[in-house]
Structures are given as structure tokens and as C-alpha cells.
T-cell receptor, first 116, second 111 residues
Framework: DSGVTQTPKHLITATGQRVTLRCSPR?????VYWYQQSLDQGLQFLIQ???????AKGNILERFSAQQFPDLHSELNLSSLELGDSALYFC???????????????FGPGTRLLVL | EDQVTQSPEALRLQEGESSSLNCSYT??????LFWYRQDPGKGPEFLFT???AGEEKEKERLKATLTKKESFLHITAPKPEDSATYLC????????????FGKGITLSVRP
């Protein structure tokens, strides 16, 4: 158990809908990262938050957005869903400070999204 | 752009048959190279971080090594419970802490 929690575990929805994925980081970690894993693309970085502020963006679609709240939990919002958005979505957390083992990212169990 | 290539894509071993998994990378400046293990339908589980060429780390039957261009994950006398997908990722120097992952190596160990 990494200490990172994600809800829900599974999500089935229809095209055009909007969903929210939730992540709670490990105790004490300030950074939260979101990744998407699909069969053909592997794990792809979406976005990072550090202590409530957006720190870095990857190939995140404009239909997707995220935020980190004062209690450090994070939410990933996916809207106008398409069939191709079906994937595993992982949240990871790290200490947030640079240097050594504090950089290690610990992953949650993921949310499996199926868009029909 | 940072790139990670893992080979082979899949590896089948007999229990006790040692082998190595390869991770080749290109990155502007390496902050760290990470190995994770992922079981089907689960999140990646952290194994090792390597920071500089020549560094080695060991954990039970696994040993990770690093050169300036590649990393190896050596598996000694594997057991069926070592069956999983092994992911390699790099983190570049600079403000962005993102991990760039390879596609993974699926290891199957037969009893």
C-alpha cells in the first residue's frame, strides 16, 4: 500500500459526459501528479500540482482540468468524454522538495474509466 | 524530448533462470532513473531510484544498475511471484518533475 488513495476504482459513463476523479496524497506529500495509461501509449504525464498551485503540464487535453485543494487532495475533471478517453488514470504523490529520495513518486491504485 | 525504450517487450523465464531487463534512455540531463513494478490492474509500485552512472541498488532478487545511456534490472533466480510488468522512467533536471516512462517489460516466470 503506497498511501495514495484514489476514488472511484471504476467508472463507466457515456460519450459527452463529464466525470471527476479524486486523489488523496500520502501524508506529508505536497506534490500530486496525474498520469494516463492506455494500452498503446503507456503511462503519460498529464499535470502536476504543488501545494495548491499548478507546477507543470504535459499533454493534457483542453477538455481535462485539475485542481489541488487546501487539504492537498486533488481532483481531475474530464469533460465531453470520447471513446478514446477510456484508460487507467493514476495519481502519484511526492514530497515535492527537490533532491534525492524526496523526488520519488508513489502511485495510487488508479481509476479505470470506460467511456461507452 | 526525453525518451525511454525498454527491451524486450516480453520475457518468459523458467523459475530460477536469471536474466536482465534493459532500459535505454535519452534525456537532456538526468535527475533520476526509476524502476517500478506493475501488476495487472494495479498502480506502479516503486522499486529503485538511481541517480548517477555506476550506481547500483539491490532488493531481494532484483539489482538495478545505471550507465550514462542505459539501466539494467537484473533478476536472479526468479520465482513465479516476480511475474509482472517492469517499468523504467526518467526524470530530467529542471523545474518539471514529471516522469517519462518506457512501455514496460512483461515478465512471466513459469514454475
Amino acid at each position: 500500500d503506497s498511501g495514495v488513495t484514489q476514488t472511484p476504482k471504476h467508472l463507466i459513463t457515456a460519450t459527452g459526459q463529464r466525470v471527476t476523479l479524486r486523489c488523496s496524497p500520502r501524508s506529508g506529500d505536497l506534490s500530486v501528479y496525474w498520469y494516463q495509461q492506455s494500452l498503446d501509449q503507456g503511462l503519460q504525464f498529464l499535470i502536476q500540482y504543488y501545494n495548491g498551485e499548478e507546477r507543470a503540464k504535459g499533454n493534457i487535453l483542453e477538455r481535462f482540468s485539475a485542481q489541488q485543494f487546501p487539504d492537498l487532495h486533488s481532483e481531475l475533471n474530464l469533460s465531453s468524454l470520447e471513446l478514446g478517453d477510456s484508460a487507467l488514470y493514476f495519481c502519484a504523490s511526492s514530497d515535492g522538495r527537490t533532491g534525492g529520495e524526496r523526488e520519488t513518486q508513489y502511485f495510487g491504485p488508479g481509476t479505470r474509466l470506460l467511456v461507452l | 524530448e526525453d525518451q525511454v525504450t525498454q527491451s524486450p517487450e516480453a520475457l518468459r523465464l523458467q523459475e530460477g533462470e536469471s536474466s536482465s531487463l534493459n532500459c535505454s534512455y535519452t534525456v537532456s540531463g538526468l535527475r533520476g532513473l526509476f524502476w517500478y513494478r506493475q501488476d495487472p490492474g494495479k498502480g506502479p509500485e516503486f522499486l529503485f531510484t538511481l541517480y548517477s552512472a555506476g550506481e547500483e541498488k539491490e532488493k531481494e532478487r532484483l539489482k538495478a544498475t545505471l550507465t550514462k545511456k542505459e539501466s539494467f534490472l537484473h533478476i536472479t533466480a526468479p520465482k513465479p511471484e516476480d511475474s509482472a510488468t517492469y517499468l523504467c522512467a526518467v526524470q530530467a533536471t529542471g523545474a518539471n518533475s514529471k516522469l517519462t516512462f518506457g512501455k514496460g517489460i512483461t515478465l512471466s516466470v513459469r514454475p
